[in-house]
């Protein structure tokens, strides 16, 4: 089976290519994912950091000694620094995904990053003050872990984000940890922490672009699968099965009030002769010429489909019989004043019309209207060619 998809941890390797607007696609999908995953992470940090003043901060700024007072000063500074991000970094966000459809994936990035990046360095200069009441580093890690998880960061941001948190942890480490035993410990279990979030950053961020980008491929092919279901492959206009299909689902009514429905047949004359003298590449050139005419001068919601050799079907609506006869009749001179040179002939081409009308959109009433439709080009065929007839 051929290989169709390649991915490797640290690089996104696509053999099959994306268009500029798939990969901006893909970066919006990436940065509504990230902002609605912050605004999660941003409110719950909120409250978890609010009760942490409330249960914590604040009582012991009250009760504790005035000498080690100063410590929880600064908790609560650091804390209430933290809370202030996270709700400037929610009210933005909340606005972007509230009301702003055409954002900048750029800007968002920007705020996604500064914002995470801030609250970081916060936490991690939390994780310094730990160092004086408890000697641990649980702040740091478990933060920096969880948001390479969480957040989709594009590379080379990640690197940018969790050097500068991890550059901050080795600071606050050698200023606030005076035990060496203490301080290699934290600075070897703090840089397992960076190298973690950093490969588990990149393999978030990447895993879910290759994700994302299989996708978008399987929907595209999807996409020219049924196209190639729906529509003839020569002529680009609806093919027999989906006509059909867009018949059951019809409603003339709703789309042109106060009309009636006709089916019509529009058949080449002597398509068998063009092709058995000049070809079947001159053959095919003439469908495609007569598809675009009878394309071009019908109503947007009228139906067209090449039904089969050189026989074409539409469905028009109008709301006389006069008024389809003279629609039929100006398709029927286009058709005939289209000439085209071919080697030192010049080919002419004519069609056949034969019309009925339809009171009802259904299958059974269609196949009796399609019949005397038929019949009706029969007649004109009988007459002359080159002709409308009507049932």
């Not at 999908?29 to 003043?53: F, Y």
């Not at 990447?206 to 190639?228: C, M």
């Amino acid at each position: 089976m051929a290989k169709i998809f390649d991915f490797d941890i640290f690089n996104l390797k696509n053999d099959i290519e994306l268009t500029n607007k798939q990969r901006a696609d893909i970066d919006k999908d990436v940065a509504i994912t990230n902002m609605k995953r912050l605004r999660i992470g941003l409110s719950i940090t909120a409250i978890m950091e609010m009760l942490l003043v409330l249960a914590y901060d604040l009582p012991r700024i009250e009760n504790i000694t005035p000498s080690t007072r100063g410590i929880y000063i600064y908790y609560l500074l650091l804390h209430s620094l933290i809370i202030l991000v996270c709700l400037l970094g929610f009210t933005l966000i909340n606005t972007w995904l509230n009301k702003n459809k055409t954002f900048s994936i750029k800007l968002i990035e920007r705020v996604i990053y500064s914002t995470l990046g801030v609250i970081l360095v916060l936490l991690t200069l939390i994780s310094g003050l730990d160092q004086i009441t408890t000697g641990q580093i649980l702040v740091f890690g478990i933060n920096i872990i969880f948001s390479g998880l969480v957040i989709l960061i594009k590379p080379p941001y990640e690197n940018v984000i969790y050097t500068t948190t991890f550059i901050t942890f080795i600071i606050v480490m050698i200023i606030f940890q005076h035990s060496w035993n203490i301080l290699i410990s934290n600075l070897v279990n703090g840089s397992f922490f960076f190298v973690s979030a950093l490969f588990l950053s990149k393999f978030m961020h990447n895993n879910q672009v290759a994700h994302l980008a299989k996708n978008i491929k399987l929907k595209d092919v999807n996409r020219k699968l049924q196209y190639l279901s729906d529509y003839d492959y020569l002529t680009g206009i609806p093919n027999r099965r989906y006509f059909m299909k867009q018949l059951k689902d019809f409603d003339y009514n709703k789309k042109c009030p106060n009309t009636r429905s006709y089916v019509v047949i529009a058949d080449i004359d002597y398509f068998k002769n063009i092709n058995d003298t000049y070809g079947h590449l001159i053959g095919d050139y003439v469908l495609k010429a007569i598809a675009v005419i009878l394309k071009n001068n019908i109503k947007e919601q009228d139906l067209l489909a090449r039904f089969g050799g050189e026989e074409f079907l539409i469905l028009l609506s109008t709301k006389t019989l006069e008024e389809t006869k003279v629609i039929c009749e100006n398709l029927r001179s286009l058709i005939e004043q289209y000439a085209f040179n071919f080697e030192k002939d010049i080919i002419k081409i004519t069609a056949s019309f034969g019309i009925c009308s339809i009171d009802n959109i259904s299958e059974v009433d269609f196949g009796k209207a399609y019949s005397h439709a038929d019949k009706a080009l029969y007649e004109a065929k009988r007459t002359g060619r080159n002709k409308v007839c009507i049932f």
